[in-house]
Each structure stands twice: as structure tokens, then as C-alpha cells.
């Protein structure tokens, strides 16, 4: 089969590997449908130090179960699925209690050792844990959607969560990528007030507001702040989802969030320790967040993509196939496309 790996920065390519096979009982080998290339994996794209054997990429899918192990219980030969993207047993005790990953017996895909997303097959480790149906066809209208389930819808949720929004919040997100838009998604169905997108890409911008952003600043820094303040009545807002991963994103979260507020960090951090400690501290500030648990949160979005109240899949504005896949990767760096999708 074919499938994606990346050698060093600005490397990437669609090469030959061998056929996924079963190799535990638990495992499942599902024949990919629908992919994407995700804002975090622009990460290694732009930093990757060479790598021989390089790294195989990718961890958002939809596919069909072709195989499954002997003990597999709760998907069969047939299935159409989606994947989170951490693998997870659903059974010990993180996973019971919603924090798929950080689960006992999971991991990621990719790697060095397993199939990664952008390929055409991957083995699923700890398949019954990770995997869940979809009731609906491989090219159903609605697989741009449900394919966020994968990473990005369940990523902007974890960040409204752990933000604590709730009914009549004032937020900011911060970053106007697919995860931000996400958030904004997340915020207005968890009955945010007013959702202030910080964000400069007029394409992104006009999709936050359709999903419901309803102020959008593009000033940065002292400037940034200073318009965020006069927008939230001078006290801040409640809840900042920080969707960067910078020094100057965290800093800017710091000062945009009103004292006892919230903030939930889903950029990787690329600083070292929070630069902001003293000020959160002095201000009652919660800082939360991670790696989302997609796993944990399926259940409760899908209804919502099935029945059209909320539409995460217009973040895809691209559409490729798996060897233009190292182009992809170059659209969405140069802030081309803001998403883009793999079609099998
Ligand atoms: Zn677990």
C-alpha cells in the first residue's frame, strides 16, 4: 500500500510500505476513505530534524473494517468508522473516566512504529476502545463533518470545556486555524454569549462568523488586548480558548481573560513553562487543557453533525488525493487552504 512519511522538514512523501497485518487479537485493519492533514502536523514540518527510516504521518481518518482480530467484539468486517486520534482500550481507568489520552494501554498513530492516517490502510490497535461505527454510507454528504470528530470538532470541545464555557460566557479564541473555528463551533452550542475570534485570514474569518464568532479582532499584542478589554466592558472575558501554542499567544490569553476566568490551551506549547505564572496566579486564573480526548467526546457531537445544527466539515476547503499529498502540506504552511482533505 501507499502511504505518507516524512523525512525532515518540508520532506514529505507518498511511498510504499508494507501491508498492515493483524498482529494482536485486539487489533482491526481498516481500509482508509477520507484523511486529512492536520495544523499540528505543520509542526514537524516546519522543525523536523532528518530521520533515516523518517516518520509515518497522519491521525484523522474515516474508513471500512476489512479484518478484525479474534476477540474484536464491537466492529465487523463491513463497518464504515472514524478513528480518534489517540487508539485507547476504553476500559481501564482514564478511559472510564473520559481521559482516552491519557488511557494505560494507548497511543498515537504514526511514527516510527505504526500506520499512520494519510496512507491507505492502517493496523488499529485496541480496535473495540478506539473505533465507532457511523450510520451513514463511505460518501455520504456529511463525511467532511464526521471526519472531524476525528481531531479537530472534539479538540475546539475539549477547549470550551476546559475554558468552562457555559450559558452567556464572554470568550476569546485565540487563532483562527480549523481548531479555532472548531472552538467557536463548540462555544455557541454550549451557549456562549459572545465569541470574540482573534484571527487576521479573511477567509477564516468570514467562516467564524457563520459559525457564530460574533466580534472579530486582528490587532495583536498590547493592541489586541487593549481591543479585546474595551469589547468585554474593561473586565476581560471568562473563558479564553488559546488554539497557538506560542510564548505570545499565552501571553495574550493572560491578559484578554478577566480574573476567576478560565483558560483552555490546545496549541502544542512551544514555550517553556507558562510565561505567564505570576499573573494567572494573582488573578484566580484556571489554566487547563491538552490533547483532547476525541475519543470521549463522539457520542455526544455526532448527533448534532447528523442532524445538521452544527457543520465543522466547512473548515475542509481542499480536496486531494493521497500523492498530492506533500502539496497539501505546502498549501496549508503558506496558509493556502485551511484544511485540507485526502479523498480515496
Ligand atoms: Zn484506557
Redesign the pocket.
Known amino acids: 500500500m501507499k502511504a505518507t512519511i516524512m523525512y525532515a522538514a518540508g520532506d514529505v512523501r507518498v511511498e510504499s510500505v508494507p501491508d498492515p497485518r493483524i498482529v494482536s487479537e485486539n487489533d482491526a485493519i481498516v481500509r482508509i476513505t477520507r484523511a486529512c492533514i492536520c495544523g499540528s502536523d505543520l509542526w514537524p514540518y516546519k522543525e523536523m530534524e532528518r530521520t533515516p527510516g523518517g516518520r509515518r504521518m497522519g491521525h484523522e481518518f474515516i474508513g471500512i473494517v476489512e479484518e478484525r482480530g479474534k476477540s474484536v467484539r464491537s466492529v465487523k468486517k463491513g463497518d464504515l468508522v472514524v478513528a480518534p486520534f489517540a487508539w485507547?482500550?476504553?476500559?481501564?481507568?482514564?478511559?472510564q473516566q473520559g481521559l482516552?489520552t491519557s488511557?494505560?494501554?494507548?497511543g498515537f498513530w504514526g511514527g516510527a512504529e505504526l500506520d499512520g492516517g494519510q496512507g491507505e490502510a492502517v493496523r488499529c490497535p485496541q480496535a473495540d476502545?478506539t473505533l465507532v461505527r457511523l450510520p451513514v454510507g463511505p460518501d455520504d454528504e456529511l463525511m467532511p463533518s464526521l471526519l472531524t470528530l476525528s481531531d479537530v470538532m472534539g479538540t475546539g470541545h475539549h477547549g470550551a470545556v476546559c475554558a468552562r464555557v457555559t450559558d452567556g460566557s464572554r470568550l476569546v479564541v485565540i487563532g483562527d486555524g480549523a481548531v479555532g473555528l472548531c472552538a467557536v463551533i463548540a462555544a455557541k452550542r454550549l451557549g456562549a454569549e459572545q465569541i470574540i475570534l482573534m484571527g487576521r485570514h479573511a477567509d477564516r474569518i468570514a467562516l467564524a462568523k457563520a459559525f457564530g464568532a460574533t466580534d472579530i479582532v486582528s490587532e495583536r499584542g498590547e493592541d489586541g488586548t487593549t481591543r479585546v478589554r474595551e469589547l468585554t466592558g474593561g473586565l476581560g472575558a471568562h473563558s479564553v480558548i488559546e488554539c497557538v501554542g506560542t510564548k505570545q499567544a499565552m501571553v495574550t490569553a493572560a491578559t484578554v481573560v478577566r480574573a476567576g476566568g478560565a483558560i483552555g490551551r490546545l496549541g502544542v506549547p512551544h514555550y517553556e513553562g507558562i510565561p505567564t505564572t505570576a499573573k494567572n496566579f494573582f488573578d484566580n486564573v484556571t489554566v487547563s487543557g491538552g490533547p483532547a480526548p476525541a475519543r470521549a467526546y463522539i457520542e455526544e457531537l455526532m448527533p448534532d453533525i447528523l442532524a445538521g445544527r452544527i457543520e465543522p466539515g466547512r473548515v475542509f476547503d481542499r480536496v486531494i488525493g493521497l500523492d498530492d499529498v506533500p502539496d497539501g502540506y505546502r498549501a496549508m504552511n503558506d496558509r493556502e487552504a485551511i484544511k485540507v482533505m485526502i479523498a480515496f
Do not use: R
Open positions: 485507547s482500550d476504553g476500559t481501564c481507568e482514564f478511559c482516552h488511557c494505560l494501554h494507548g476502545g
